[in-house]
């Protein structure tokens, strides 16, 4: 297991020195000039030449969607405004051709890139603006499920620094770094919210699928970063053997942050024939504030018998939950309404909802939750389900404690038993209160 020491040092070389600075010539303050404004955006970025900066002056710059970079070397991209895209939701936005036809594009992608730096000489730090209000909406889903932009996507990216920029409603995911080779994320923010009440009520959430800082690959540290939003928060998503930078999302280090939304999660993560993979990630020091979940762990379903999938070496340190809104800890199958033979949003309130079990294919080995407080927790503490036939292995949770234990024995949906435990092989050390019923306790 790579130690965080390790990783913190093999992140050492980050940032990068620059010779040349220029700046972007946009147009501020004019609504009028958003594709106008990305065309030129997107001509700076495309002859940007290796060892170079570029600045974003002070001033807010309206964009329309599909910003766009590919192959930059050891290039920072300094924002000291703001960034607002198109306000007019789908209307005016671009799109592009895709798998189901026609799709909106990324508002920012990034690809490709050796040795990128996103930073800001603003004291305040610059702002990326996505305009997700037109976007968010029970009706809205219903009608073009998720067919939203990303805000940034950054695509086979390596040696990459992130610091100072600050991130608000954008319309689908936030920040998406995929298949990515030595990244920090510090001091950095992600708020995605309908309404400014502080709690996930049924407003906020029809902010759908606004997850903050989605990452995949090797070697990657967030720090000191902040997320309000309606869906996961941080998240551990898997690499596969046919990824670029990595066959496996790996060494991931993710501390002293805040988080409210649905969790502190790892996946969701689904066999699949070429070994899909997450292993040795870490979150420690994390302080979530009225979260709606709060540690999640999940799988995804998939019935081939011949796909395959690993969850290993996971870490929960130091969690702090006040008034976690819905179920506190959650380890076992994605609870979705979007994919197929997920566990039901209705179950295990409404009769007929079904939440089938992980995958036999699924592997789970040593996840560890340790020193984590739930303070004010609503609801019964938490599910741990594994599949019997494969369960579960090395779960150990060690001083993972309810302060309102006793008034938890009549909550809902488990009652006096406090989780849904099954499939697994678990521990409970520490002080642990409660135990979870298929736990031993040391």
């Known amino acids: 297991m790579l130690s965080p020491i390790t990783l913190l040092t093999m992140l050492s070389l980050l940032p990068f020195a620059f010779s040349t600075q220029l700046e972007w010539k946009g147009i501020p303050s004019s609504k009028s000039s958003a594709s106008s404004n990305t065309l ?3 001509t700076a970025l495309s002859t940007l030449p290796p060892n170079t900066s570029l600045l974003i002056p002070n001033q807010t710059f309206y964009l329309s969607g599909g910003v766009y970079a590919s192959n930059l070397i050891n290039a920072t991209i300094i ?25 909106v594009k990324k508002a920012i992608l990034i690809e490709g890139a050796r040795g990128l730096t996103l930073t800001s000489t603003n004291v ?8 997700g209000e037109k976007w968010w909406g029970y009706v809205e889903y219903l009608i073009y499920g998720e067919d939203r932009p990303k805000l940034i996507t950054l695509y086979n990216v ?3 620094l992130v610091e100072d920029w600050h991130f608000r409603q954008s319309a689908y995911h936030t920040f998406h770094a995929d298949d990515i080779a030595n990244l920090e994320i510090r001091r950095c923010t992600i708020d995605n ?5 502080d709690s996930h009520g049924p407003l906020n959430l029809q902010a759908l699928n606004t997850d903050g800082f989605d990452v995949s690959g090797k ?34 280090l993710i501390e002293n942050v805040e988080a409210s939304g649905l969790g502190l999660t790892v996946g969701s993560i689904k066999p699949t024939t070429n070994h899909a993979c997450i292993k040795n990630i870490t979150f420690r020091n994390a302080y979530m504030h009225h ?19 690993e969850i290993t070496d996971i870490l929960y340190e130091n969690i702090t939950m006040d008034q976690p809104e819905q179920v506190p800890i959650w380890i076992g199958p994605a609870q979705e309404g979007d994919s197929e033979n997920a566990c039901s949003l209705a179950w295990p309130y409404v009769d007929r909802a079904e939440c089938p079990a992980p995958n036999d294919t699924m592997k789970w080995t ?39 234990f006793e008034d938890l024995e009549e909550a809902k949906p488990w009652g006096e038993d406090f989780y849904y435990c099954k499939g697994v092989q678990g521990v409970a050390m520490g002080g642990t209160t409660p135990v979870p019923p298929c736990f031993k306790k040391e």
């Open 79 to 103: 924002l000291d405004g703001t960034l607002k895209f198109d306000d007019s939701g789908r209307k005016n936005w671009p799109t592009e051709s895709c798998t189901k036809g026609t799709c």
């Open 219 to 252: 070697n990657i540290y967030i720090h000191d970063c902040k997320v309000w939003n309606q869906d996961d928060c941080f998240t551990i998503v898997p690499t596969t053997g046919d990824g670029i930078n990595a066959d496996c999302t790996e060494n991931v």
């Open 291 to 309: 979260t709606f979940k709060g540690i999640y762990i999940k799988s995804a379903s998939n019935p081939d018998p011949t796909a395959s999938a």
């Open 40 to 42: 030129t955006l997107n």
């Open 193 to 197: 919210r309908f309404n400014d009440k």
């Open 158 to 160: 390596t040696d990459v």
């Open 124 to 131: 305040n730090g610059g702002l990326v603006d996505g305009s």
């Open 366 to 404: 040593n996840v560890v939750l340790r020193n984590v407080m739930i303070k004010g927790a609503k609801v019964s503490p938490g599910i741990i389900f594994g599949n019997e036939d494969n369960p579960m292995e090395g779960v150990v949770f060690d001083g993972v404690v309810f302060d309102n």
